[in-house]
């Protein structure tokens, strides 16, 4: 035991991030509580009476609470980071939460420049007019159109790629342009992009697709005749000052959410092709259908093993001091000291220190992610070295680094769609300046095209697929599957057979209605649902998961689910309550497992049973679908219920805690299919298809 307390101190000694005083604190504690506290592979596991103890003692010691509990659990956290914990010890010790309160208008509303609205408005309806003439003018107005008053403007260098034979148009108020982007991982983490033209101009929009080639084909021109239209109308004002206008026109109206969502200003999960395809079949052209069956095959190469909401664990707090990623440049002391200099004097002494303790680093850390940021520092400092980089630009570039790859990345060597989608959105939110943004960008790819010439790739197209929602028609479909595949089993189902084919049907039809993700919805015991006629309710807790020793994702997590379902859907969950009500002394589980002999085990079913349910959605859709999409469903079609409503952000506030989420900015980043249900919206016979 000793040994244990004695490798815990000499491991908090090597990295001076670690508070002295808690350090001092932490092994008195260790020492007089050993006998209690678990030990696993010799390293402490520390459970939440740990912390409780802890906490308490720290209490008694201080009289008040007057130490800072979020300087404590960063401590905790950097002895996981460091490995001189168990990985698996619990990583809830109490911190201090700041309240968040959210407003019900968009900061857009904050700027108080309205006496424009009128003069838009009169100067949107004047360009629009000149669309419809369909004359020699209208390209050109058009081209204002999008460039100034668009829900979601286009900026000059996509209104100049934009292609006419790329113009899908599946009805007279429905065009989508398809633009081809660059394959590069930090330039645009996607291999396309869907444009969705706003009704207003669609008609003409249409008649463009017959064109070929460009369709602005003489952009300098375009431009021009633009820049000469915003002078005459808005004078001097600039054009990001004019975009606050034309948000705060938007929301007058329409609503703050649906100006939020459709103008671009939340990042939400983007359209596919595949999707289309299944909306509007024999629409898509095969060329960009043969794209984007490569697309999806890719993808399911590259899925992980792990589906379970992995948008969900990539919360970064701003305030955050140290990376999320497992490794900070703050414990590699004369590097520290390198950054917090002004001269641009070669200090050989200090570059030669610098590289002693990063080869120290590296025998401890020996990971890729932590190699691939300490090698092209190394390779920044040897550039310095030898005077082709300035001291101050080498600066710039670490903490550009680590400000936009460390603090939104978890590992270098394996990313992950969403955080390049978070990273794009933070650079494109309006917070950085174009040039800002073109300088970030640009050291960002120096970074990953260094480590391609090292052999480390980079597939953008494998990691950016975004993945698809579940239509209410395939979700039928998975439950008519599920019933012949039991029968083609078996010709006469025992009812014991019945109840298993009913469970998983039922399972289906919670996760579509409910949203649940997987461990909650296989945890969930007996008497966490309630059925009242029409009406249920599904409690989701801690109680079925502690006995898995697991726990749920977060504090939000723990809900109760209001749902209903159809009438269909209904009698099969009634019909399969029956049977397991019959079965209650033989689990507390609400779904049952059972035993390669057929009788039935009072444990939970196991996580690899829904590798079935993946490759059955997989098959009914065709498209990068998984048991999660049908989270992505759920999500969607709440939304159907008040993107248009005059409630906000009520509802959604309330939706987003139905999810299990902290705040709504997960709930619509990571779930939210807005660009399908715009389309829905718009063709109103496919109104009911999600």
């Known amino acids: 035991m000793q040994e244990i307390i004695d490798n815990l101190e000499i491991g908090m000694k090597k990295h001076s991030s670690i508070d002295a005083a808690f350090r001092k604190e932490l092994l008195s504690f260790v020492s007089k509580n050993i006998e209690s506290i678990r030990i696993v592979g010799n390293k402490l596991k520390l459970d939440i009476a740990f912390f409780n103890l802890f906490t308490q003692k720290l209490d008694t010691n201080n009289h008040v609470k007057s130490y800072d509990e979020n300087k404590y659990y960063k401590n905790f956290a950097r002895l996981k980071k460091f490995n001189l914990i168990h990985q698996r010890s619990a990583s809830s010790f109490a911190k201090s939460l700041t309240l968040k309160s959210i407003n019900p208008n968009h900061t857009s509303l904050l700027v108080d420049d309205f006496e424009k609205i009128d003069i838009f408005a009169s100067s949107k309806e004047f360009v629009l007019d000149h669309i419809k003439k369909n004359d020699y003018s209208s390209l050109s107005y058009l081209y204002v159109y999008l460039r100034l008053f668009a829900l979601q403007p286009l900026p000059q260098s996509l209104l100049g790629a934009l292609e006419g034979q790329n113009i899908i148009s599946l009805a007279p108020n429905l065009c989508i342009h398809y633009v081809e982007l660059q394959e590069s991982l930090l330039k645009k983490n996607e291999a396309y992009k869907l444009y969705i033209y706003d009704t207003e101009i669609s008609y003409y929009v249409h008649s463009l697709s017959s064109s070929k080639g460009l369709i602005f084909k003489n952009i300098k021109d375009h431009e021009k005749f633009f820049l000469e239209f915003k002078h005459e109308n808005f004078g001097k004002t600039h054009l990001k000052k004019l975009a606050y206008t034309a948000r705060n026109y938007s929301i007058f109206t329409t609503s703050p959410l649906y100006t939020t969502i459709y103008g671009g200003m939340a990042q939400c999960v983007k359209l596919t092709i595949s999707e289309l395809d299944k909306l509007f079949p024999n629409k898509i052209d095969s060329r960009l259908l043969g794209k984007e069956h490569e697309y999806i095959k890719t993808v399911f190469a590259k899925q992980r093993a792990i589906e379970e909401d992995e948008e969900d664990t990539l919360g970064i707090d701003s305030n955050q001091e140290d990376s999320i990623s497992g490794f900070s440049i703050h414990e590699i002391d004369s590097l520290m000291l390198f950054m917090r200099e002004t001269a641009n004097v070669t200090n050989i002494k200090l570059l030669t220190a610098i590289k002693r303790e990063i080869s120290l680093y590296e025998k401890f850390d020996s990971s890729l992610h932590a190699n691939m940021f300490l090698s092209y520092i190394s390779y920044l400092l040897k550039l310095h070295e030898l005077k082709k980089l300035r001291a101050s630009t080498v600066r710039g570039y670490i903490w550009t680094l680590n400000k936009h790859l460390l603090k939104n990345i978890v590992r270098l060597d394996d990313i992950q769609p969403q955080e390049l989608d978070s990273l794009h959105y933070k650079l494109n939110s309006g917070r950085y300046k174009l040039a800002s943004i ?253």
């Open 438 to 690: 073109r300088g970030i960008t640009k050291i960002l790819n120096r970074f990953f095209k260094y480590h391609e010439k090292q052999d480390i790739a980079f597939n953008s197209l494998a990691l950016s697929y975004p993945k698809s929602l579940v239509f209410y028609d395939e979700f039928k479909s998975i439950l008519q599957f599920l019933h012949k595949d039991a029968k083609t089993k078996s010709a006469r189902l025992g009812k014991h057979d019945k109840l298993m084919m009913l469970q998983k049907q039922v399972m289906v039809i919670l996760a579509y209605f409910t949203g649940m993700r997987k461990n909650e919805l296989r945890t969930r015991l007996l008497a966490d649902l309630y059925i009242f006629d029409d009406k249920l309710f599904i409690d989701v807790n801690n109680k079925g998961l502690r006995k898995q020793k697991l726990k749920l994702k977060r504090p939000s997590s723990k809900r109760r689910i209001r749902f209903e379902v159809d009438q269909e859907s209904m009698l099969i969950i009634k019909e399969w309550y029956q049977l397991r009500m019959k079965l209650q002394k033989k689990s507390n589980y609400l779904f049952l497992k059972r035993s390669t002999t057929g009788t039935f085990l009072n444990d939970v079913i196991e996580e690899e049973e829904f590798d079935e349910f993946n490759q059955i959605i997989k098959n009914v859709t065709q498209r990068y679908c998984t048991f999660h999409s049908l989270r992505h469903s759920y999500c969607t079609n709440q939304f159907k219920q008040f993107i248009n409503g005059s409630k906000q952000p009520y509802e959604l506030l309330e939706h987003s805690m139905q999810m299990g989420h902290e705040t709504p900015e997960v709930t619509i980043s990571s779930y939210f299919h807005a660009d399908i249900l715009r389309i829905m919206q718009r063709i109103k016979n496919k109104e009911t298809c999600i």
